[in-house]
T-cell receptor, first 113, second 113 residues
Framework: GNSVTQMEGPVTLSEEAFLTINCTYT??????LFWYVQYPGEGLQLLLK?????DKGSNKGFEATYRKETTSFHLEKGSVQVSDSAVYFC????????????FGTGTRLKVLA | ETGVTQSPTHLIKTRGQQVTLRCSSQ?????VSWYQQALGQGPQFIFQ???????GRGNFPPRFSGLQFPNYSSELNVNALELDDSALYLC????????????FGSGTRLTVV
């Protein structure tokens, strides 16, 4: 079945460091891929998405490229801020009449001042 | 536009009891999906309602049931609560089954004791 695998956290970085959070997926066909962010005590917020191979999603300095050859969708940011501290979820969605999401287990990011 | 609102925000129930969680979808959205997020895990798909009909279900027992109303708000009902039902329950609304993504609410934290 479909699945998403994320690198385990927590990831601890200093402010202005470069961030990479790895995400790989298993799916048949061509799923859409998403990154969501969850701040403490809150629900999920869409960070970025990509719907086909080689698409690059970007938002708020974060980027991820849909790599079908490596079945990956790694999240990157060139310079993190303390306010980026949160849990990041990679997810895929595939139409089968229901665009349900399959999420990874999440990666906690801590950014230190 | 208003976002997705869920009520209550927190709830404590006793094993064996029944619970109803409520969700008001974002204005203009006709689809509601429910997810269960256990502590430290990614959200798991429970089911989706599209135009008042169930449109897909995850691997949850029948004691998890739902409704969608003509105004597209929704309820999640859980009967015969078990300790493992303790989780954050997230409601997500979208247009036309979610092909373009979802807007998530902040969730209801259910604790079963």
């Amino acid at each position: 079945g479909n699945s998403v695998t994320q690198m385990e956290g927590p990831v601890t970085l200093s402010e202005e460091a470069f961030l990479t959070i790895n995400c790989t997926y298993t799916a048949t066909g061509y799923p859409s891929l998403f990154w969501y962010v969850q701040y403490p005590g809150e629900g999920l917020q869409l960070l970025l998405k990509a719907t086909k191979a080689d698409d690059k999603g970007s938002n708020k300095g974060f980027e991820a490229t849909y790599r079908k050859e490596t079945t990956s969708f790694h999240l990157e940011k060139g310079s993190v801020q303390v306010s980026d501290s949160a849990v990041y979820f990679c997810a895929l969605s595939q139409s089968s009449g229901t665009y349900k999401y399959i999420f990874g287990t999440g990666t906690r990011l801590k950014v230190l001042a | 536009e208003t976002g997705v609102t869920q009520s209550p925000t927190h709830l404590i129930k006793t094993r064996g009891q029944q619970v109803t969680l409520r969700c008001s979808s974002q204005s203009g959205h006709n689809t509601v999906s429910w997810y269960q997020q256990a502590l430290g895990q990614g959200p798991q798909f429970i089911f989706q309602y599209y135009r008042e009909e169930e449109n897909g279900r995850g691997n949850f027992p029948p004691r998890f049931s739902g409704l969608q109303f003509p105004n597209y708000s929704s309820e999640l009902n859980v009967n015969a609560l078990e300790l493992d039902d303790s989780a954050l329950y997230l409601c997500a609304s979208s247009l036309n089954r979610g092909g373009d993504g979802y807007t998530f609410g902040s969730g209801t934290r259910l604790t079963v004791v």
